[in-house]
């Protein structure tokens, strides 16, 4: 028998497992406080891109946050902004909504190449987006930094508005919320409000789509749009100041700015009664009573966000009874807006941070610690509030005009025969310091029409362009003339004024 092996399958020798080293985890450093938050954006490497029609609403970011980009379709700078890339035109439909701007933006081969040609992780943030932008980002691998499209929507909404601060207790004006579909039926449900009402509609600009409704034939005027939004909000008409105060829900609490005052209705900026055309950031604009009144609501409104899931940026528009002193909220815009330019541009922000970095903050992927009660301790302060004001020009005429000549964006001086002179090309009003001297953001161009309603720029200096009684005063008036002076246009046959209204893009609807 031949030799064999006493185990044909010897055990082997135990030995000890190897295993590979674990990699490193990089952990980014937690931040502690305001300097260390400002540092982190300095040495920021991931691309951020604010893509828009213009780039107002987030003026100077670019200056705080590094590798800020802003992506528009209007070039308000004539190609001479450095962190401004506008795509040459290329085919489209034409846009009813700054949704449309952004979704042609982000379609674009030239833009796609740019947001690619950055490298890192992109972010965006927009003023308005919906869920084809949020397709559009998915495809592109880009995050987007504001809450999703749909709770926006909820938020937007007014009636939604009005349940979320009863829920808050944030006091609203006295209202109804109910469906019309006669005036008979407006009355019967709103019987309790009075005779003088504001009717609103769920969704849209509040210069378009706020009815004042005291008569028969006040509602015959707007039935078929009022009867058509079906769920609406119904209000007593009260005797008002309107102001507004933008804030931001953290993880560690809801960042109040100041409040500011609005300017609304004016004949020589908006042909639209009830339509927002400019702010005052100003201290004494409102009694201490009426500033922690609204500052508190902005922060109990914020609370109640937070627990719904929202996160970031947001706008509140209060309304102050001239009668009773109550401050009641009018409505909430859940994004940066028309002020954002004024809020993040002051001097508490210069000396602490814009309050739009603390959005970022939430998409950043960095844990940070923040004394958010002292930072609204200091930002309430009137003492860290300068005084600065804003006017949004439109085209007020009704009719139809070729642009021939606009005024450039930049620094403008005021001279004392009225007219304005160009000083400089300026990316936002950092170098202004008088009165005399204001920055100017062009909209409406050479080649563009003018149109009622049509954005022509935005106007901001130091100071305040309205009285005490509310109402705009000479030196906001004699800036208007001499802005609109810079403005030529040519009359086009009702024909070619037919088309071009047809083929209106930018307008229409709200640019800011």
């Known amino acids: 028998m031949p030799k064999t092996s006493a185990r044909k399958n010897p055990v082997p020798r135990r030995t000890k497992k190897r295993t590979r080293p674990k990699a490193a985890v990089l952990r980014k450093p937690k931040l502690h406080g305001l300097s260390d938050i400002r540092r982190f954006f300095h040495r920021n490497t991931d691309p951020i891109f604010f893509i828009s029609a213009t780039n107002f609403n987030l003026l100077g970011i670019d200056e705080w946050v590094r590798n800020f980009w802003y992506i528009n379709y209007i070039d308000c700078f004539d190609g001479q902004h450095p962190n401004v890339f506008i795509p040459r035109e290329a085919p489209h439909r034409p846009f009813t909504s ?118 028969e034939r006040d509602w015959k005027k707007h039935a078929e749009e009022i009867v058509n939004a079906g769920e609406l909000k119904i209000m007593k008409r009260i005797r008002c100041r309107g102001s507004a105060l933008e804030a931001c829900v953290t993880k560690h609490g809801t960042i109040v700015g100041p409040l500011m005052t609005e300017l609304v209705g004016f004949k020589e900026l908006t042909p639209y009664r009830g339509g927002w055309c400019g702010n005052e950031v100003f201290a004494g604009a409102f009694d201490k009573r009426i500033r922690e009144s609204a500052r508190k609501s902005a922060v109990k409104f914020g609370n109640e966000l937070r627990r719904m899931g929202y996160r970031g940026y947001f706008e509140l528009d209060f309304l102050t009874d001239l009668d009773s002193g109550k401050v009641y909220l009018g409505e909430v815009n859940p994004r940066i807006t028309g002020a954002s330019s004024m809020t993040n541009l002051a001097a508490f922000a210069a000396a602490d941070a814009p309050l739009f970095l603390f959005h970022l903050l939430e998409w950043m992927d960095v844990d940070y610690e923040l004394d958010v009660d002292d930072l609204n301790s200091r930002w309430a302060n009137p003492e860290n509030i300068d005084t600065w004001s804003q006017l949004v020009i439109k085209f007020t005429e009704d009719h139809v005009q070729h642009v021939t000549a606009a005024p450039r964006s930049g620094i403008w001086q005021l001279n004392r025969d009225g007219t304005a002179d160009y000083v400089r090309m300026q990316t936002h009003r950092r170098t202004v310091q008088y009165g005399d001297r204001a920055f100017f953001l062009r909209i409406t161009a050479p080649g563009d029409y003018f149109y009622e309603g049509a954005d022509l720029g935005i106007l901001v200096s130091p100071g305040r362009f309205m009285t005490s009684n509310h109402r705009l005063n000479q030196r906001a008036k004699k800036w208007i003339s001499a802005i609109r002076a810079h403005y030529a246009g040519a009359d086009v046959n009702p024909a070619a004024a037919s088309k071009a209204m047809e083929q209106v893009e930018v307008g229409g609807f709200k640019l800011s």
């Open 98 to 215: 700054i949704e449309d701007i952004n979704n042609y933006l982000l379609s674009h081969k030239e833009v796609i190449d740019f947001i690619k040609s950055k490298g890192g992780k992109p972010k965006a943030v927009f003023l308005m987006f919906n869920e084809a932008t949020e397709q559009l980002c998915r495809e592109l691998g880009i995050e987007i930094c504001f809450p999703t499209a749909a709770m926006r929507s909820e938020v937007d909404d007014k009636i939604s508005t009005n349940r979320i601060a009863r829920r808050a207790d944030v006091p609203c004006v006295p209202y109804v919320l109910a469906k019309a579909e006669s005036y008979q039926e407006l009355r019967r449900v709103s019987k309790r409000l009075g005779n003088d009402l504001v009717v609103q509609t769920a969704f849209g600009d509040s210069g378009h789509t706020t009815y004042f409704i005291s008569r």
